[in-house]
């Protein structure tokens, strides 16, 4: 890619930013657009809408910025909880390390690679129609002394990088700690679920359970909650509730037809009242629910899972590290979520059919990652108007004007990969729901890994070869051979990731503040919405955004010192990511569960991983510029750097996996001070009943359903 290809790429994304903050500052002031600009303020009844017309809401400005930029890590964390510091803490670990490689790689690194003469010289009269590469260090002489500069940079760089990695560990392991012992007593810590119970021919389900943990632990076992199969009374309960909306409607707005015909697309046949109609319809599925809620109670199979609840923290946690029966595939025990964080579909009746499960979803995982490569080579194919001009001919006329050709080289490539991006996090959310999760924090947790390995894969590892000759299976079988193959490939694509890091970085996080799928979701609804209908405060998808900002970290990690001109463009990135992301949190964002923070270990294997893939790129660099001193003294890099990773594993992953047992009986020895813990049992007793068996709530304004459903 020439400069010019660069620099109609970024003025492009740079316009459709401008364009996005502009419109923005401009409609998040409409009431009209309140519920998608700011739905955590209205819910929390902290914004009113304002009916009264003034000028000053057509004028743009940026106050939004200043509040933003306000916001204390303290008050995050009581909007987002522990996640959302960790989130913003990645942004930030992400600013300080570029900025310390930026140093680096612009002011010492750059003037090295432009100073080289192994490439045309530099055209400072034509810098336009330059190509990038000069910039690179494909530009440095083999054998130069100058490359010492660069092997000086990895080892300084990854230095740096593996303190800030031990430090953000140990801060966040300790916020963790903190935020454990000021929480208030929640169900989850005092609950385990226990799966695979086995069949009893003299007992049901629910009585083996109960004689079986008062048998092991006598003075700290509480209650039970047998687990059922309610998928069919689920739907039934969404069919009343949406029905029970229209009626609502119905006796509401004056301007709703009242009145449809029986016959074909109701405009044939007798004509029917539509209340009366809707009201019949709401006590069939009563009496629906009413029958499948029995049967479901009296069901003798049910899913062979159980909530089982104690007195304590700590006998919860040893009822779930310690098996509770000999043979290893029965009574399997896990950390209970919070009760309005359990994923209520996911309850398999065997071990065997969850092994299963999860095989499938691998095999699955694998496809959808391989046949990802064709629109892969088809972004790459754009990156070359000699191969286009080839396979399009009557392209040729149109691909020889120069602003359609830097369009088509420097923006269309990123733009076409990010758009087949988007599908993937509803796939891997979807893949990981059926893979036997027991709650939704579990599933986005898992669809996080799954969306990073499969943009490290499709984006960095596809793209590098799929852009070379190096298109090869061979690289696979030959291991010995990777580096130098990394060597070649990696600085031939530096281009592409740095119009990439503009396209997907700058105007995704702009349009995430624009938020132009609510919007014009929200505009196609209102006509059709009355006043008093409930809008849903989103939560904040981790799944799709820490593994993007985790991409960006790899692609900066890896190319600083091989083209350290992708580090300013980055730091832009981080920079308005910083901004947007706090200014979500404090109007738009509210948080459906919280994991306390364990998405950070995540955060860290990743940044090990770009760190070693560094390491293996520099010996592979370092040996093709015939340097083969710095490439043997570049081998006890990556060794350190996983002996580093063994040690932070062994020190403050163990914290993240579970409570140590010290604060556990901490915690309990609390307990007795506080005053609700009678009424706190009282209600752990049915924390974990189903929905779905819960008596059903009569829509407002109607009244034939005058008693309520029984619950099991």
């Given amino acids: 890619m020439i400069v010019s290809a660069l620099l109609t790429s970024v003025g492009i994304n740079t316009a459709l930013c401008v364009l996005f903050f502009t419109l923005y500052s401009v409609l998040r002031k409409q009431p009209c657009n309140y ?30 910025v200043a509040k933003a930029w306000r916001l204390s890590e303290d008050e995050i964390l009581s909007l987002l909880g522990l996640d959302g510091v960790v989130y913003i803490r990645l942004i930030t670990f992400s600013l300080k390390i570029f ?54 940079a990895v080892y300084l760089v990854t230095g740096f990088i593996c303190f800030m990695l031990y430090k953000e560990y140990k801060y966040i392991s300790a916020r963790r700690i903190s935020y454990f012992y000021s929480s208030p007593p929640q ?73 449809r015909h029986s016959g074909l697309f109701g405009l044939f046949g007798d004509k029917i009242n539509l209340k009366d109609h809707y009201e019949k319809k709401l006590v069939d599925i009563e ?125 269309l490539p990123s733009l076409i990969l990010q758009l087949f991006l988007i599908m993937v996090p509803p796939v891997m959310v979807f893949l990981s729901s059926i893979q036997g999760y027991i709650s939704h924090s579990n599933i986005e947790k898992s669809a996080c890994d799954k969306v990073l390995w499969f943009t490290v894969w499709n984006v960095f590892f596809a793209t590098v070869f799929s852009g070379s000759a190096l298109n090869q299976v061979s690289i696979f079988l030959d291991p010995k051979s990777i580096p130098q193959k990394l060597a070649v490939a990696v600085p031939a694509q530096a281009s592409f990731f740095i119009a990439y890091v503009v396209t997907s970085g700058w105007t995704s996080t702009s349009s995430e503040l624009f938020r132009i799928i609510p919007l014009i979701c929200g505009l196609i609804r209102r006509p059709f ?24 970290g790899l692609l900066g990690i890896t190319y600083f010192f091989l083209a350290p001109l992708i580090l300013p463009f980055l730091l832009i990135y981080l920079c308005l990511a910083y901004i947007v992301y706090r200014n979500q949190f ?53 060794i350190i750097t996983l002996l580093f990773n063994e040690y932070c594993r062994k020190r403050f992953l163990p914290m993240f996996v579970a409570y140590s047992a010290e604060s556990l009986i901490k915690k309990d020895r609390q307990d007795p001070n506080d005053g609700t813990m009678d009424e706190f049992y009282h209600k752990l007793v049915i924390a974990y009943e189903d929905p779905a068996l819960q008596p059903i709530q009569p829509p407002p304004n109607t009244s034939t359903l005058r008693t309520p459903l029984l619950s099991s």
């Fill in 287 to 411: 009496e629906n629910v009413r029958l499948e809620q029995s049967e479901a109670s009296l069901a003798v199979e049910d899913t062979r899972a159980a909530f089982v609840s104690f007195k304590s923290r700590f006998a919860a946690a040893t009822a779930f590290r310690l098996h509770p029966a000999v043979n290893p595939i029965e009574w399997i025990t896990e950390q209970a979520p919070e009760p309005h964080d359990v994923y209520w579909p996911f309850f398999s009746e065997s071990f065997m059919r969850r092994w299963i499960s999860k095989l499938v979803v691998i095999i699955i995982f694998i496809i959808f990652t391989i046949l990802f490569l064709i629109p892969v080579v088809i972004v790459q194919g754009l990156t070359n108007l000699s191969q286009l001009e080839l396979l399009f001919p009557f392209l040729k006329s149109i691909l020889t004007i120069t602003f359609i050709s830097q369009v088509i080289t420097g923006y």
């Fill in 35 to 64: 519920e998608v600009y700011a739905p955590r303020l209205l819910a929390e009844g902290t914004s009113n809408r304002r009916s009264h017309f003034n000028l000053e809401r057509l004028v743009p400005s940026a106050g939004w």
């Fill in 586 to 638: 404090l109007n738009v964002y509210a948080p459906k569960y919280e994991t306390a923070g364990k998405f950070w270990p995540i955060v860290h294997n990743s940044m090990i991983f770009s760190l070693v893939l560094m390491h293996i790129i520099a010996v592979g660099i370092f040996a093709l510029k015939k340097l083969s001193i710095a490439s043997t003294l570049m081998v006890p890099l990556p």
């Fill in 99 to 152: 900025s310390f490689a930026g140093v680096i790689g612009i002011l010492i690194l750059l003037p090295v690679n432009c100073s080289g003469d192994a490439l045309e010289q530099f055209d400072f009269t034509n810098v336009t129609s330059s190509s990038l590469d000069i910039f690179t260090i494909s530009n440095v002489k083999n054998g130069s002394n100058w490359l010492w500069v660069h092997f000086s």
């Fill in 529 to 552: 919405m009355s006043e008093d209908d409930e809008f849903e405060v989103p939560s904040f998808p981790y799944h799709k955004d820490i593994p993007r900002v985790l991409l960006f």
């Fill in 187 to 259: 169900p989850h810590q005092f609950t385990i679920l226990v799966r695979s119970i086995p069949n009893s021919s003299s007992c049901s389900i629910s009585d083996s359970v109960e004689s079986f943990f008062k048998e092991l632990y006598p003075s700290t076992y509480l209650s039970h909650v047998v687990v059922r199969h309610t998928s069919k009374i689920q739907s039934l309960l969404n069919e009343a509730k949406n029905l029970g909306k229209r009626i609502s409607q119905l006796q509401s707005d004056p301007s709703q037809q009242k009145y």
